[in-house]
């Protein structure tokens, strides 16, 4: 059964600040892995996807990585601002088509 | 944004009684999802569409039943709600398994 663990649970950075958030996964037999945002009281916002063929994708400040072999994907928040503050959660999908999400990532960003 | 529609957005009911949640879209996508996601647990996968009257079952299916009479719709019923199944419930909407999922805002349950 496929696990998905993101580390830290929580994270404090200073508006401007490099950072970067990991998502790691038991079975490395992915079709593609997801990442997400959500704020507080809402949906799931859509950020990246990485197909298992690629290495990253980028959008803007975001850049997200996947190394199948390890099981581990990282999502990089260049020159982070307070309005990045949310939960990031990572999701992949193993077989069929369903996707095993973690728990998230807690993000602060101080002004 | 992905033109997906949960309702009712905030419902209470009393343990016993069924409740129908609706989800919505105007994208013509052939996947729907319907999660849970409550603290600790992250979201997990109840039940999933793949078509018109083309249903499976998720990871916590038990005590849920869903329909799909029309692309457009997908029900999520409780046939008789539990104070276990208060939760946030959220809708999700793909072309296809290897696309992107899309996530309705959610509606929030509470079974007093």
């Known amino acids: 059964k496929q696990e998905v663990t993101q580390i830290p649970a929580a994270l404090s950075v200073p508006e401007g600040e490099n950072l970067v958030l990991n998502c790691s996964f038991t079975d490395s037999a992915i079709y593609n892995l997801q990442w997400f945002r959500q704020d507080p009281g809402k949906g799931l916002t859509s950020l990246l996807l990485i197909q298992s063929s690629q290495r990253e994708q980028t959008s803007g400040r975001l850049n997200a990585s996947l190394d199948k072999s390890s099981g581990r994907s990282t999502l990089y928040i260049a020159a982070s601002q307070p309005g990045d503050s949310a939960t990031y959660l990572c999701?992949?999908?193993?077989?069929?088509?369903?996707?095993?999400f973690g728990t998230g990532t807690r993000l602060a960003v101080r002004p | 944004d992905a033109g997906i529609t949960q309702s009712p957005r905030h419902k209470v009911t009393e343990t016993g009684t069924p409740v129908t949640l609706r989800c919505h879209q105007t994208?013509?996508?052939?996947?729907m999802y319907w999660y849970r996601q409550d603290p600790g647990h992250g979201l997990r996968l109840i039940h999933y569409s793949y078509g018109v009257k083309d249903t499976d079952k998720g990871e916590v299916s038990d005590g849920y039943s869903v329909s799909r009479s029309k692309t457009e719709d997908f029900l999520l019923t409780l046939e008789s709600a539990t104070s276990s199944q208060t939760s946030v419930y959220f809708c999700?909407?793909?072309?296809?398994?290897?696309?992107?999922?899309?996530f309705g805002p959610g509606t929030r349950l509470t079974v007093t």
């Open positions: 999700a909407i793909s072309r296809d398994p290897s696309y992107e999922q899309y």
């Open positions: 994208e013509n996508h052939r996947y």
């Open positions: 999701a992949v999908q193993s077989s069929g088509d369903k996707l095993t």
